[in-house]
């Protein structure tokens, strides 16, 4: 990975940027697993992306030149924010992308006041990314069986206030 043409801030963190129109195809491409993790994944995933384009959600990208190396698409609900999705290419793990992401959804959290910050994850996915999320103050709420049909639960990883 070369960390040098990453979109830094001069204390080097990785600075999330919003999706624009020329990243929706870049996008789709990164996040091709969403529509065999989830019934109905691709309209879902090109509903997400225009709604953040009409500023109803947010999908926040960094990349490294033209390449997509982590995703998070968060929308508020009433009284908490919902990370629908959070991905970090494998290349680019262990180099504060994914960091940089969920600490950006937490800040639009804190900016909405809102109380609560969850995410869901297909259940043979959650043990690292459980792992990963407690330091952040996330614990494991809910088992949701057969949320997507027969043996494909779904867990709930939750964090209160904001």
């Known amino acids: 990975m070369k960390s040098r043409t990453l979109h830094q801030r001069s204390s080097g963190v990785l600075v999330p940027q919003a999706l624009g129109a020329s990243d929706i195809s ?3 491409e990164f996040l091709r697993i969403v529509p065999a993790l989830y019934p109905g994944g ?4 090109d509903r997400r992306l225009s709604e953040t384009l009409a500023g109803e959600a947010e999908c926040l990208l960094i990349k490294d030149g033209c390449s997509v190396l982590g995703v998070c698409i968060v929308t508020p609900k009433p009284r ?5 999705t959070l991905l970090v290419c494998s290349e680019a793990r262990g180099h504060g992308v994914g960091a940089s992401l969920l600490s950006r959804a937490l800040e639009i959290a804190s900016d909405k ?3 609560e910050t969850y995410i869901t994850v297909a259940h043979h996915l959650a043990e690292p990314l459980t792992d990963w999320l ?3 103050g996330f614990t494991r709420t809910a088992l949701e ?6 043996g494909r639960h779904e867990c709930v990883l939750t964090r209160l206030g904001s």
């Open 80 to 84: 908490a924010l919902k990370i629908s």
């Open 42 to 45: 691709d309209e879902w995933l």
């Open 26 to 28: 870049r996008v789709k």
């Open 134 to 136: 407690v330091p952040w």
């Open 145 to 150: 069986m057969n949320r997507y049909g027969v």
């Open 113 to 115: 006041q809102l109380q």
